[in-house]
């Protein structure tokens, strides 16, 4: 805790909570600064009388109102004090009350009003002076300094409560920012994290059962075949539980007191391609191919992820809605970015299927700066292009 904020809170404790009381005391104490110089007469002065002491008194009362009324306490005391200095009973030494609605007009009314108050009272004290003998000039000084003193005194106030506010304000802001920002990055965490539980759920879930409705007709016909799609299935099944615990474990780490110190899988991308291919024909029996052409360029570690999940996706497709009997997925490198175009011969996806994948693939495309398009190939069958960009255009593409 900062010496500010400590101090910041100790007077919000300790202010009253109807602002009367602060008032009230001030104006107790600016009566008795007046009775002084009446309880402690000087030589020569006026003695006191009961006339005096209610002019001194109406200089120092209205200060209880100075907040709630000020431009009222303001007149008040502005016409008690001339009328006590012209009554000499006595005239007031240093006009308290005066100094008081000044600040009070300075640091809370309008432009006029303040102007308006401070030039009254600077006229009020020059003429009221000059209907005194003996003034010396010392003391128009001192009663001019004096006023305003309090004037910008009150103006500082004004500036400083402005200032307090704004910073208020701006803080007030930059939560709500930090606020939307958080529950931002939550959505797009959740929503990525849902379309990476879909990929790998939906792929191996799909090979596992193209698999599992391969296998009584196998298992009747050719024992070892059969033996072999078990245990695709049951090499399915592990690779989707790795990637499931991978997932997991990420998000444990990112969790407050989560284990950082576990080991982690490496992430797919764009080199595990080949495997993903060979995978999904050796699984399903579709004649699936990659092609790559140009010169390989560095991705960023989550468009790897998007390039990789791309291409499982539209497999996933294939398998699942195409029946499609191959499946060609091409991997062309350029200098700024690098596509992705997955094509096969089958129907495409229906009306109501496959509708989560293609917008899982267009979400993942858009989240690093590429585009997708999706729909009939120009030969027949089904397209999936995606295009990403390299590291370097991925910066300028995000901002």
Not at 29 to 48: C, H, K, M, N, Y
Not at 214 to 221: D, E, Q, T
Not at 225 to 252: H, N
Request: some cysteine; charged content about 20%.
């Amino acid at each position: 805790m900062t010496l500010r904020s400590a101090y910041a809170k100790a007077t919000t404790r300790w202010r009253p909570t109807s602002p009367y009381v602060l008032d009230a005391a001030l104006a107790a104490l600016t009566l008795f600064a007046v009775s002084l110089q009446w309880i402690f007469p000087d030589e020569g002065d006026d003695p006191l009388s009961w006339q005096g002491w209610l002019l001194g008194a109406a200089t120092a009362i209205p200060l209880i109102w100075r907040r709630r009324a000020p431009g009222t306490a303001a007149y008040a005391v502005s016409v008690a004090t001339p009328a006590q200095a012209l009554y000499h009973a006595p005239p007031p030494d240093v006009m308290y009350g005066g100094m008081v609605v000044l600040y009070t007009m300075a640091a809370q009314t309008r432009p006029w009003q303040r102007r308006t108050m401070l030039a009254g009272w600077i006229i009020g004290v020059v003429v009221t002076m000059q209907h005194q003998s003996h003034q010396a000039p010392f003391e128009y000084a001192f009663h001019l300094m004096g006023l305003v003193a309090a004037y910008a005194l009150g103006m500082l106030t004004r500036v400083q409560r402005a200032y307090t506010a704004e910073l208020e304000d701006r803080a007030h802001r930059l939560e709500r920012e930090r606020a939307a920002d958080t529950a931002r990055a939550r959505a797009e965490e959740r929503a990525r994290i849902a379309r990476d539980m879909h990929d790998i759920l939906a792929h191996a879930v799909s090979l596992m059962v193209v698999q599992a409705e391969a296998g009584p007709v196998v298992v009747r016909k050719d024992p070892d075949r059969a033996e072999a799609t078990f245990d695709t299935i049951a090499s399915t099944g592990r690779d989707a539980m790795a990637q499931l615990r991978r997932i997991l474990g990420v998000l444990k780490e990112e969790l407050p007191g989560g284990d950082t110190g576990s080991p982690r899988l490496p992430q797919p991308g764009v080199r595990t391609l080949p495997g993903l291919v060979q995978q999904v024909a050796r699984s399903t029996g579709l004649r699936a191919e990659l092609r790559t052409s140009g010169e390989p360029r560095p991705l960023s570690s989550d468009t790897e992820v998007a390039a990789y999940r791309v291409v499982q996706e539209a497999l996933t497709n294939t398998v699942k809605h195409a029946r499609a009997s191959s499946a060609l997925v091409e991997l062309d490198w350029a200098d700024d970015h690098v596509s992705l175009t997955v094509t096969d011969d089958g129907r495409g996806p229906s009306a109501g299927s496959g509708g989560h994948g293609l917008i899982g693939i267009r979400e993942r495309a858009a989240a690093c700066g590429g585009t997708a398009e999706t729909g009939e190939a120009p030969g027949g069958g089904f397209r999936v292009t995606v295009r990403l960009p390299v590291a370097a255009e991925r910066e300028r593409a995000l901002g």
